[in-house]
């Protein structure tokens, strides 16, 4: 049995919490529809969720070969390959394409044999780009471009540019910041939605580094810091496979149009500077141009329609704080010699079986027979 990480655990339960079905969940997180159910029983059942380094389920079946596969048991598919692969390329269901291989070509396999191969051809296909329009409120995105140059003790230096788009309505927000850190980018998204006055359901990043510790096509890993921000704010960060930038195409248009619009041929004398006039920008400009896709104001879409639709912002602000690694100075007193030894172990995955607890870090002293005590 496959588990999932932990952050696409926390994805799929909020999105049901949205009201999400299981086949939309399934579609959006590119898992199967038996794999979500499997999760929200399991939620319902239990009050925590199994999680990796469970022990492996004795009763499972060998891995059936696939497209891609080096290893397990050969797919009944195999010889009619060709003819799958015509029929997925024209856009027939994995039913219809079993419906004609029994009855052309006496295929003795099941449908759930067709289905499987089918699924992983359309992953190693390319697939048409169709743009795709959302509920209000339902998504945001959310990228980095680079900023106007700024006057830095008499030279140049220019930033990076956050913007952030609602999928619906079209409205931005723009911020100017000089790193891409974790810290910087989660207080982004928290100006953003101050800035809105609520939040969307789903955030769809790139494979950034302030957010995505594992770029993967299939199962990204969040930084862990984000995937706390995210279940502070009730919201689900998608992100989008490696260099499939038609998966984020409205904020891909976002920050040119920012950067084209409203900075290019500009300088600013300080940071603040330029996202005082990016402020003004979004409300005079941005808000009130009618958006060529949607043939409708920003703003008053916005205001009318998606802002109503945003979830409510919590009481609270996300902690501020730092990632360091933790180390333990104790002193450990042998009783036979009389000697003092000191420990510095780590106490984020150090060697002792509790490593990381904020109160122990298992010193001790080999000098004779001892009786340590911490200091």
Not at 133 to 143: I, L, M, S
Not at 203 to 212: E, G, H, K, Q, W
Not at 274 to 295: C, K, M, P, Y
Request: glycine share 8%; hydrophobic share 35%.
């Amino acid at each position: 049995m496959n588990i999932l990480n932990v952050s696409l655990q926390h994805s799929i339960l909020t999105l049901a919490a949205h009201g999400w079905s299981r086949r939309r969940i399934a579609r959006e997180l590119d898992l199967n529809r038996e794999t979500v159910g499997r999760y929200l029983r399991l939620a319902r059942s239990k009050p925590a969720i199994s999680t990796p380094g469970s022990e492996a389920d004795p009763t499972a079946k060998p891995a059936i070969l696939t497209l891609g596969s080096m290893a397990g048991r050969q797919s009944l598919c195999q010889p009619w390959q060709p003819q799958i692969e015509a029929a997925v390329s024209v856009g027939l269901s994995a039913q219809r394409i079993y419906q004609d291989l029994v009855g052309d070509h006496g295929f003795a396999g099941s449908y759930q044999a067709v289905k499987r191969f089918v699924r992983h051809l359309r992953q190693t296909q390319p697939i048409p780009f169709v743009r795709m329009e959302v509920e209000p409120g339902a998504e945001a995105q959310v990228d980095f471009g680079q900023g106007a140059w700024v006057l830095v003790e008499g030279k140049r230096k220019r930033p990076h540019l956050f913007r952030i788009v609602l999928s619906h309505s079209r409205k931005g927000y723009s911020e100017a910041v000089w790193r891409q850190t974790t810290e910087s980018f989660i207080r982004c998204l928290e100006n953003a939605f101050r800035y809105y006055g609520g939040v969307p359901k789903t955030l769809v990043i790139d494979n950034l580094r302030a957010a995505v510790t594992q770029a993967d096509w299939f199962d990204p890993e969040l930084n862990a810091k984000v995937a706390e921000f995210c279940r502070h704010y009730g919201t689900v960060m998608l992100p989008t496979r490696p260099a499939m930038p038609q998966h984020k195409g409205k904020i891909e248009a976002g920050v040119k149009f920012a950067q084209n619009n409203a900075l290019k041929g500009r300088s600013f004398e300080s940071l603040s500077a330029q996202n005082l006039f990016l402020s003004d920008w979004e409300s005079g400009v941005a808000d009130t141009r009618i958006h060529g896709t949607t043939r409708q104001q920003v703003g008053k879409v916005f205001n009318a329609v998606e802002r109503p639709q945003l979830l409510p912002l919590p009481e609270s602000l996300f902690p501020v704080f730092e990632e360091a690694r933790a180390w333990c100075i104790g002193t450990a007193i042998s009783s036979y010699s009389g000697r003092i030894t000191r420990c510095r172990r780590s106490m984020s995955g150090g060697r002792s079986g509790r490593a990381g607890s904020p109160d122990w870090c298992g010193c001790s002293t080999n000098a004779g027979k001892s009786s340590p005590s911490m200091r």
